[in-house]
């Protein structure tokens, strides 16, 4: 009987003592990320953790949401997030107030960043441009979308003092333009398609007619990243690996998106989220590298964007100086995942 | 019921802003335990005074931004007032009204002026229609409330004395209802005009161009602390110079109510 | 103070009347701007149409969430907020009302700060608290904090004379004084104060869940504004109203008790 229970005893503790290692080995370092809703940018961070492949990486997110680039930027301050997604424009104002590093390329939204006028009046003014001057022009100042409207302004000759622009949200955009209080106003994809779905609004000029390049941002606070380069290398491989899911898997990647956007409160057409994918292109690995690099002490493309998107900020009067691009975009992290064989691989699985 | 302002030692004012202000300097430039990016320093707060009273910020100068404020609170205060304390007064005058009024008042009253904003916009658009009606929402509860109590705090003998004298329903209003409510009358203003500088930030959020709420709506938006207080500190001074002076008012409308 | 009324007092059945008939006023007037097509009816949707669509948010979910599970999460941080406003600013009210000092260094404070909307203090919820619940609190707080401090401050400040020089002369402590003259005849004043402070704390609810983007009832309207849907706005606008007349009739009922108590 003695011998029985001993016997059991050990057992017991063995089971403990290999289920404690166990647990060890897959103990997951935490990581806080964040993002904003209903975007075509955000989902990769939502399918990979639906599919598990921060802990095949060994990293546990914590996730947060903002529902705007500002409030996301500022709370970076607090140390409340490690490692992000945003729109170009409020990662450099990240990088200036708050030595934010922009660590990679989210996906290029010029053609989702758009001016758009209300079904009455968007032909007239596609046929006379000139005929925008003297308008009341709604956007939301400091975003990529602002970025977008102004380039479209420059493009056609018009003046920011030739028209009156008032700046507010999303949702009171929305607001404005449904009920024809305002005619022109400046929107990001979705908002963009649900202004065409539900109101009949036609967007008369993106970033990509104006010729100006808006990309969306990878970032990662500047204390974090010297602390734990690894985890920051780990982020990017998942994100990338997420990427080429996505576009490899077109009927799930519309199904998940389906989710994902519900889950912000926003509600658009199939043919709308597909038109997300062709066109908004996302970069691999290989071709981050080659957008980021700098040759021989030159700038890269990379640069090139975000230094034009910076002198936009200081014409608005964001802040006194523009930020040198060589000081906040690194490809250090990407570098360290095209380094690392297992991570190398990792990111380019398309499964 | 309300008592009239007692005085206090001016010193108390004087240490506390003084102790503070020291503590600011401190705790920003000195030692830097609070970072400039989380809150701004003296200079900078300074710098951006400068900035927004000369070489002008979000649009416009300071003096642009507080005369289109100050009209703004104007409107809406004179809206709240007109339809307000009438309304008060009718509900405290007549059981029978108040009964009819009242499920609609307290139905509307919790409902928060933010939240007015998506049905402002789409009925009365981007311009100061839109933004008075927020902040006459929030102006007109106290206008009401206090009006009300004004006219059920009279002192019962006299309206029987009046009834008594067979004064007719108009001229009791007049002369006895309506003076006999005004100091509560004037706290009720004193809290609308209160909430009308509380609300105005919310008002100017729907397309302002010029204005201390679109000053501190931009200041956000750039993430500029130093701006924010600049802003704050403005309505703060705004507000306070408004109250002075309805406060002068008061004393000139109701010079039997002294200290 | 005497309540007394001009014309005389209503039997509960006239009351009743009345009331209902102004209700019915309320919905007949919303019902006849909304089919008279003076606003496009996206804009204006009647009574019926916002109530199924209340009704659809509390069975369906919208941004992730039921109304009810919103209004929950709301609550949360109205209650957080409120109860940090009334734990401090209560205490904080008699003390100032006891110690001529303390109010005049404190008072001046309140003055300047009474004008700053609780929204203005939003960007700086998200500098330092970043995504915690300290965000929404802090704006909360903001708005909760005057009235539970003036209140307080103005019950002790004006208790009878004679029932502190009483405790005086028996030799009672400052604490003892505090907690055992003021605090008791401060009562009524303390909860006027606590109704108006709960009133503005969730008032200020919707501003503070500007910073917030997954959960609350400030949350789904502002995400219905952005789907060109009226009758979610409405739905909000009306969880927020009822909500917010709860915690008010609550209060109420608790300072009816609390002055038939001292037989006032």
């Avoid at chain 2, 004037?186 to 909430?195: D, M, N, P, V």
Wanted: glycine share 10%; net charge positive.
């Amino acid at each position: 009987m003695r011998r029985a229970i001993a016997a059991i005893a050990s057992a017991v503790t063995l089971g403990l003592a290999a289920a404690g290692v166990a647990a060890q080995s897959q103990q997951l370092t935490e990581i806080k990320i964040s993002y904003q809703p209903a975007l075509y940018w955000a989902l990769p961070f939502y399918v990979a953790e639906e599919k598990g492949w921060y802990a095949e990486l060994g990293l546990k997110p914590a996730f947060s949401t903002f529902p705007a680039g500002v409030p996301q930027i500022a709370a970076s301050a607090s140390k409340s997030w490690d490692v992000g997604g945003a729109g170009s424009v409020p990662a450099t104002l990240g990088a200036v107030r708050y030595s934010l590093l922009t660590i990679g390329i989210t996906n290029d939204e010029s053609y989702g960043n758009a001016l758009l006028a209300t079904a009455k009046t968007a032909d007239g003014f596609v046929k006379n441009p000139a005929s925008i001057k003297g308008q009341t022009i709604v956007l939301t100042a400091n975003s990529t979308g602002d970025y977008a409207v102004q380039s479209c302004l420059t493009k056609w000759g018009i003046r920011k003092s030739d028209v009156t622009i008032k700046s507010m949200g999303q949702a009171e955009i929305i607001s404005a333009m449904s009920s024809g209080n305002a005619d022109l106003g400046g929107l990001w994809a979705p908002n963009t398609y649900t202004m065409e779905e539900k109101t009949g609004a036609k967007q008369i000029c993106s970033g990509q007619d104006a010729g100006a390049a808006v990309p969306g941002a990878l970032m990662a606070r500047a204390e974090y990243a010297k602390e734990q380069p690894q985890n920051v290398a780990k982020f990017l491989a998942v994100y990338l690996r997420a990427w080429k899911w996505l576009n490899a898997h077109q009927p799930e990647a519309i199904a998940m998106m389906k989710k994902f956007y519900e889950q912000g409160g926003v509600t658009i057409s199939e043919a709308s989220m597909k038109k997300e994918f062709t066109t908004r292109p996302t970069y691999d690995l290989a071709q981050q590298l080659k957008i980021m690099n700098r040759p021989a002490g030159g700038a890269s493309e990379v640069d090139g964007w975000f230094t034009k998107i910076g002198a936009f900020m200081q014409a608005n009067g964001t802040f006194p100086e523009s930020p040198a691009a060589y000081k906040f975009i690194t490809d250090e992290y990407m570098k360290m995942v095209d380094a690392d064989p297992k991570l190398k691989a990792f990111a380019n699985r398309a499964d | 019921m309300t008592r009239s302002h007692e005085r206090r030692p001016v010193w108390g004012g004087v240490v506390t802003f003084v102790v503070l202000a020291v503590a600011w300097y401190m705790l920003t430039t000195l030692t830097n335990t609070i970072g400039s990016g989380r809150f701004s320093s003296p200079a900078e707060t300074w710098d951006a005074l400068r900035q927004i009273a000369f070489a002008g910020y979000a649009d416009a100068r300071l003096a642009e931004h507080i005369l289109h404020s100050v009209k703004l609170v104007l409107l809406g205060f004179a809206a709240a007032a007109i339809v307000g304390v009438p309304l008060g007064l009718a509900m405290g005058a007549s059981r029978g009204f108040e009964a009819f009024l009242n499920p609609t008042f307290l139905l509307i009253r919790p409902i928060p002026p933010l939240a007015w904003i998506p049905l402002a916009i789409v009925w009365l658009g981007l311009g100061d229609a839109a933004k008075v009606l927020i902040i006459w929402f929030a102006a007109f509860v106290p206008a009401v409330i206090n009006s009300y109590s004004g006219v059920r705090s009279i002192e019962p003998y006299l309206i029987e004395a009046a009834r008594m004298l067979g004064v007719p329903r108009a001229m009791l209003m007049r002369e006895v209802l309506i003076p006999g409510a005004l100091p509560m009358i004037f706290t009720g203003l004193r809290l609308s005009l209160q909430a009308c500088w509380t609300t105005l930030v919310a008002g100017e959020l729907i397309g302002a161009i010029a204005g201390l709420g679109h000053v501190l709506y931009q200041a956000s938006l750039d993430i500029f602390p130093a701006m924010i207080v600049v802003g704050m500190g403005s309505v703060a001074v705004t507000a306070a110079v408004m109250t002075v002076g309805l406060s002068w008012i008061e004393r000139r409308a109701i010079p039997w109510r002294q200290a | 103070m005497t309540a007394f009324a001009i014309t005389r007092e209503l039997s509960w059945q006239r009351r009743f009347v009345l009331s209902v008939a102004g209700i019915a006023a309320f919905f007949g007037v919303w019902w006849a701007a909304a089919a008279s097509g003076l606003v496009a009816p996206q804009f204006l949707p009647t009574p019926l149409a916002v109530l199924e669509k209340f009704v659809a948010l509390t069975q369906t979910t919208f941004v992730g969430y039921t109304l009810q599970q919103h209004l929950a999460s709301s609550f949360g941080r109205f209650a957080l907020g409120f109860g940090l406003a009334a734990a401090i600013g209560v205490p904080l009210g008699l003390l100032m009302g006891w110690f001529r000092g303390l109010d005049a260094i404190v008072s001046p404070l309140f003055d300047a700060l009474r004008f700053v909307a609780p929204i203005a203090w939003v960007p700086f919820a998200a500098l330092w608290f970043g995504t915690g619940i300290g965000g929404p609190v802090l704006v909360i707080f903001s708005g909760s904090f005057p009235p539970c401090v003036i209140n307080a401050y103005r019950g002790a400040r004006y208790v009878e004379p004679r029932f502190v020089e009483a405790a005086q002369t028996l030799g009672a402590s400052h604490w003892r004084i505090i907690t055992e003259v003021l605090l008791p005849a401060s009562v009524p004043s303390i909860v006027a104060g606590l109704r108006v402070s709960a009133g503005l704390g969730w008032q200020s609810l919707v501003g503070a869940e500007l910073i917030v983007a997954s959960s609350g009832i400030g949350y789904l309207l502002v995400r219905g504004q952005a789907n060109i849907s009226t009758a979610i706005v409405m739905s909000g606008m009306i969880a927020i109203g009822i909500v917010g007349f709860a915690i008010d009739a609550l209060l109420r009922r608790m300072e009816r008790y609390i002055s038939r108590r001292r037989g006032l």
